[in-house]
């Protein structure tokens, strides 16, 4: 059958991986041992690279919530949000997060893959505008697809390239509905997320935010980047993950809209699917309120993030452009980032590749995140492990931007 | 062929040439991808640069269906026209 021809040359690459030895996107952790360590390999490894942000994957009290509500309420809800998936289990975790948002509703998502299809989706329909940041996730762009309105993607972090685009649109019929995010994956950068709110405010429009990886991590709360930037009056939607900061799985909305509840009978990426399970959302409402009664975390997230961008900075890595949990080092070509990472694995640290289209300007990324879990050692092991493994590499210091275009 | 498309294919080729690492002989028939090598996203980025000196925005779903330099000119020059 020739269903597969299309991806003969990148079948190529993949078994060229697979062959090595060496294939980042296909590493089983055999056993997990903790937030910061696994077994890989037979071996002991670091992990660098789990978006673990606040380290709550073991916390006792996360799974204490997980197990006693599996208990009760059993493996799975078997259905639906709209048929027979809505437990009260599912409203609570609702109405905690509008609290801890302050807003008026919240809704729950089975992934924050499918928060973002079933927002946009639903927000943008058929007439409507969508103006996207060009950086935006690949939730965002797939949802951008769902909703059949014009999508524009204007340039990254450009409140510029989008009052442009607000003015070209004016008199337009149709909703303009504006999407960022508050950190970017794949280099850690923050969006001018002031800016972006008082372009908003001159031409109109509905603005949501992305929080995936800024809850618990931005805000004087931990709300994420609208708190921080003093513009969550002007954040419409604010969409946000619990696969990251509070080390479960699943999606959420929250606004202030009034009607907002329609979307419950019109977003099918909400309708379509099964609810997550009680254990889940058990311990999701478990870890917000870890992230919200203990803000040391958070601090303890920052500090590592701070240490290991000046560290791998000071080897003379090119890294995103300001400190956050995840710390990308621009490599000068795909390559060079595969044996960079097989040497490091090689070496007992685990760390991510992120490649195009995935990111951006045609980069090759090596991508470490780091956890409130881990120890100021850790951290310091890690950048001793990227200066041995870079300089048998001769990867220190190496002019990668001008060798990536 | 209009005054209007010319000057946008002129715009066009223009940016292309600035933009790819080397040069390679640009027509109407030129396939984007294929003979080009840009990725999605590149050629994404690229259309970018043309709605800036253009003063339109393009959306995707009409990049999508570009296949030739020529279907290009023919997308601006319709959206320019529009505007
Ligand atoms: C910006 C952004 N939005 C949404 C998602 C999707 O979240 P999830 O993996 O929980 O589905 C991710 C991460 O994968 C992300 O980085």
Redesign the pocket.
């Known amino acids: 059958m020739a269903v597969l021809d299309k991806y003969a040359a990148l079948a190529q690459q993949y078994a060229g991986l697979e062959a090595a030895g060496a294939n980042p996107f296909n590493v089983p952790f055999e056993r997990v041992l903790s937030p910061t360590a696994a077994i890989i390999g037979g071996r002991e490894t670091l992990l660098l690279g789990t978006n673990n942000y606040l380290g709550l994957t073991y916390d006792p009290a996360v799974i204490a919530a997980a197990n006693a509500a599996t208990q009760a309420a059993g493996t799975g809800t078997t259905g639906s949000r709209i048929a027979n998936g809505s437990y009260g289990s599912h409203q609570q975790l609702e109405a905690a997060l509008a609290d801890f948002y302050g807003r008026k509703q919240g809704m729950v998502f089975s ?4 928060a ?1 299809l079933g927002i946009i989706s639903a927000l943008a329909g058929k007439g409507d505008h969508l103006l996207l940041d060009a950086d935006s ?1 690949a ?2 762009y797939d949802g951008s697809r769902l909703g059949y309105a014009q999508v524009t993607r204007f340039r990254h972090n450009s409140p510029d390239d989008l009052a442009n685009r607000l003015r070209r649109l004016a008199g337009e019929p149709g909703e303009k509905v504006i999407i960022v ?1 508050g950190i970017y ?1 794949m280099l850690g950068d923050t969006a001018p997320l002031a800016e972006f709110a008082a372009v908003k405010r001159e031409y109109g429009g509905c603005l949501v935010v ?1 929080e ?2 800024s809850l618990g991590v931005l805000g004087a709360t931990g709300r994420g980047l609208a708190e921080q930037a003093g513009v969550e009056a002007d954040v419409d939607f604010i969409v946000g ?4 900061s509070l080390g479960g ?3 959420f909305a929250v606004t202030d809209m009034p009607g907002a509840e329609i979307l419950r009978v019109v977003s099918r990426p909400y309708m379509f699917t099964a609810s997550l399970p009680p254990g889940v959302i058990a311990a999701t409402e478990a870890a917000l309120h870890q992230l919200r009664a203990r803000p040391e975390l958070r601090q303890r997230l920052n500090e590592n993030a701070l240490r290991l961008y000046r560290g791998l900075a000071g080897l003379g890595f090119e890294l995103g452009p300001e400190p956050s949990p995840v710390v990308s080092a621009i490599m000068p070509s795909p390559e060079a980032a595969f044996g960079f990472w097989a040497a490091l694995l090689k070496a007992g640290l685990y760390t991510n590749v992120s490649l195009p289209p995935a990111t951006p300007k045609g980069l090759a990324l090596l991508r470490s995140s780091v956890s409130a879990a881990h120890s100021p050692e850790q951290i310091d092991q890690a950048i001793g492990l990227f200066a041995q493994v870079g300089e048998r590499l001769g990867l220190l210091g190496a002019p990668a931007f001008a060798a990536a275009k | 062929m209009s005054d209007q498309a010319n000057e946008i294919r002129e715009i066009i080729f223009d940016t292309l040439r600035a933009a790819l690492p080397q040069d390679r002989p640009l027509s109407d028939n030129t396939h984007i991808i294929e003979d080009l090598g840009l990725d999605s996203v590149a050629v994404m980025d690229f259309v970018m640069e043309i709605e800036d000196k253009l003063d339109i925005s393009v959306p995707l779903d009409k990049i999508a269906e570009v296949e030739t330099l020529g279907d290009l000119i023919a997308t601006v020059q319709r959206l320019k026209q529009a505007a």
């Open positions: 992934t924050g893959y499918q973002n996730h939730s965002i995010e994956s992305d995936a990886h993950t619990f696969s990251k799985v699943g999606g």
